[in-house]
């Protein structure tokens, strides 16, 4: 079943919202050559502390730190740790999340380390984010489900092809609905399978509905394994892969991006899509 929130809610889950997008930023300064990805972890501790907020991610299924540092083939769930030394050329996602009075707020975003990167990994990123954006203009009224995938599929097909020949939409991970528990139905695919998304497994879209849309794309295949520490997810081929999310609520008044500071105002203006009211103020 989908948790329907109510503004009341939808408004503690800004707050945690917040704290990601504090995260974000704290740990996009410090996401550079030489750092550790144990670095970044700390940073992001003395946010949530600062926030007083409770980290998601540290236990969730014996998960062992704060957050997700996921380099280069890594495509999500890399684990923090003090041997990852960050250098020029790489590229990590940051997926991080937050618990405010048991409301809970995720999300990514993939950035560079440093310089020296080719053309097709700065590729690479924009068209992850920008289908991430693609889904989420896509939540409004009278959408089901499948319309958010459909919007980031088709944004990734319609783009030119990289020198590698393609890009995956990885298949076995995608987004999910988020409120009182950090993961929750429905289960969002970021590519369109009618045979998948039947019934309940394609609700209509209505006020109160929350989704974390995260589209995970590769330089490769779509093909993914997790290593022997039961978390790191990893491109069968190696290739180098991309991971934007964003939590989202749609309300009467349109959607509101509760992990951004604008509430997706700016990005959702310029695909014409008017955002809902922050109810923080």
């Known amino acids: 079943m989908v948790e329907i929130k109510t503004p009341e809610q939808i408004a503690k889950m800004r707050e945690a919202g917040l704290v990601v997008a504090a995260i974000h930023a704290a740990t996009r300064e410090a996401a550079v050559p030489g750092s550790t990805t144990k670095d970044l972890d700390e940073v992001a501790r003395k946010v949530i502390a600062e926030h007083g907020a409770k980290s998601n991610f540290l236990g969730y299924g014996g998960f062992p730190a704060t957050i997700c540092t996921s380099v280069n083939e890594v495509v999500v769930h890399g684990i923090p740790d003090d041997k990852t030394v960050l250098k020029d050329g790489d590229i990590i996602s940051i997926d991080a999340g937050a618990i405010i009075d048991g ?22 990123s924009r068209v992850t984010e920008e289908s991430m954006w693609a889904g989420i203009a896509a939540v409004k009224k009278g959408n089901k489900l499948i319309d958010v995938s459909r919007a980031i599929e088709s944004y990734i097909r319609r783009q030119p092809r990289p020198s590698t020949g393609k890009y995956g939409i990885v298949e076995d991970y995608g987004g999910h609905g988020i409120g009182s528990e950090m993961h929750m139905d429905p289960h969002l695919l970021n590519y369109v399978d009618k045979r998948r998304m039947l019934g309940r497994h394609n609700p209509k879209l209505i006020p109160g509905f929350c989704l974390a849309i995260e589209p995970m794309v590769s330089l490769g295949t779509a093909r993914t394994e997790v290593l022997e520490d039961d978390w790191t997810v990893i491109t069968t081929d190696g290739s180098w892969s991309s991971h934007w999310e964003h939590s989202v609520a749609l309300t009467e008044s349109g959607p509101l991006v509760l992990t951004m500071p604008d509430g997706g105002k700016a990005k959702l203006a310029e695909l014409g899509v008017a955002t809902a009211p922050d109810p923080l103020g």
Do not use: C, N, R, S
């Not at 995720?106 to 990994?121: K, N, R, S």
């Open 103 to 124: 409301w809970h707020g995720d999300a990514a975003y993939t950035a560079f380390v440093g310089g020296g990167h080719a053309p097709e990994l700065i590729e690479l």
